[in-house]
């Protein structure tokens, strides 16, 4: 099963916001408005930070924000903050058995 | 509160068995398909298997099928793993994780246990 396509990597200073990309196919991202994002901090366990494409689940914050145009969604991070960096990983439902399919990650540095 | 906790990791040698364990507390867990998906050191996330709310249905992604077996005892609020013929390339931090299947949305997650192969 094929990932979904992320950036290996991206970065931005404190204040700004940065945006990571995730694209699929018209038989996961495309297909459906079910696209998460998770948020991995070293060492620990993924946590849902965004589910079908632009819902936070309560308790993150609002500084996170989600979209989907056509099949790529993105994840916006506003006002970085030292905490936010990060492993960032976008999934999708996927008409496929699998049922989730995973992008291949991004790393998020905060300069 | 949600809890997700994991155990059963450990060292294996190849073609070798394990069965790791999945605790969930804090919600109803026979109301909900779960998942194992699994990390190899410094690479991403996999999605390995689901099951349904009462084992009816499991799915697995091609590389463990014949060889991995999702279960669940909703009676002891707990799902398993079982791996038989266990490969270097198993090797992972296997997290469990409550599914919200119609949406494919991994809502809560174990902390995961790693799985070690090798001689």
């Known amino acids: 099963q094929s990932a979904l396509t992320q950036p290996a990597s991206v970065s931005g200073s404190p204040g700004q916001s940065i945006t990571i990309s995730c694209t699929g196919t018209s038989s996961d991202v495309g297909g459906y408005n079910y696209v998460s994002w998770y948020q991995q901090h070293p060492g620990k366990a993924p946590k849902l930070m965004i589910y079908e494409v632009s819902n936070r689940p309560s308790g993150v914050s609002n500084r996170f924000s989600g979209s989907k145009s056509g099949n790529t969604a993105s994840l916006t991070i506003s006002g970085l903050q030292a905490e936010d960096e990060a492993d960032y990983y976008c999934s999708s439902y996927t008409s496929s058995s699998t049922n989730v399919v995973f992008g291949g990650g991004t790393k998020l540095t905060v300069l | 509160e949600v809890q997700l906790v994991e155990s059963g990791g450990g060292l294996v040698q190849p073609g070798g068995s394990l069965r790791l364990s999945c605790a969930a507390s804090?919600?109803?867990?026979?109301?909900?398909?779960m998942s194992w998906v699994r990390q190899a050191p410094g690479k991403g996330l996999e999605w390995v298997a689901n099951i349904k709310q009462d084992g009816s249905e499991k799915y697995y992604v091609d590389s463990v099928k014949g060889r991995f077996t999702i279960s669940r005892d909703n009676a002891k609020n707990s799902l398993y793993l079982q791996m038989n013929s266990l490969r270097a390339e198993d090797t992972a931090v296997y997290y469990c994780?409550?599914?919200?299947?119609?949406?494919?949305?991994?809502?809560?997650w174990g902390q995961g246990t790693l799985v070690t192969v090798s001689s």
């Open positions: 804090g919600f109803t867990f026979s109301s909900y398909w």
């Open positions: 994780a409550r599914l919200v299947a119609v949406a494919g949305t991994l809502s809560y």
